[in-house]
Nanobody, 119 residues
Framework: QVQLVESGGGLVQAGGSLRLSCTASGGTFGVYDMGWFRQAPGKEREFVASIGSSGGGSVYADSVKGRFTISRDNAKNTVYLQMNSLKAEDTAVYYC????????????WGQGTQVTVSS
């Protein structure tokens, strides 16, 4: 069973940057593909970015391409989301998720961290 804990959220002005972190415990981090999702008030949860278990194969939602970067440090059991040029529409609760490499659905989820971008 993998436990995921996000950190790094907060309040930032439009145009600013934040780096989210998600640290995993209770499993072998290197076998999991990792993803970031977000959910804004009144909206469904949406995919933001993902990265393969070995650090390759990054995928991004069109809305964040060129502004967000996902990375991971398997030695630290941590995945990151560097968010630059933030916009008010990036305001949401951001969730980290993990799935066994090769599977489709994410099985493990963190509790979320709030990101608020003021315009």
């Amino acid at each position: 069973q993998v436990q995921l804990v996000e950190s790094g959220g907060g309040l930032v002005q439009a145009g600013g940057s934040l780096r989210l972190s998600c640290t995993a415990s209770g499993g072998t981090f290197g076998v999991y593909d990792m993803g970031w999702f977000r959910q804004a008030p009144g909206k469904e949860r949406e995919f933001v970015a993902s990265i393969g278990s070995s650090g390759g194969g990054s995928v991004y939602a069109d809305s964040v391409k060129g502004r967000f970067t996902i990375s991971r440090d398997n030695a630290k059991n941590t995945v990151y989301l560097q968010m630059n040029s933030l916009k008010a529409e990036d305001t949401a609760v951001y969730y980290c998720a993990a799935k066994i490499r090769g599977l489709v659905e994410y099985n493990y989820w963190g509790q979320g961290t709030q990101v608020t971008v003021s315009s």
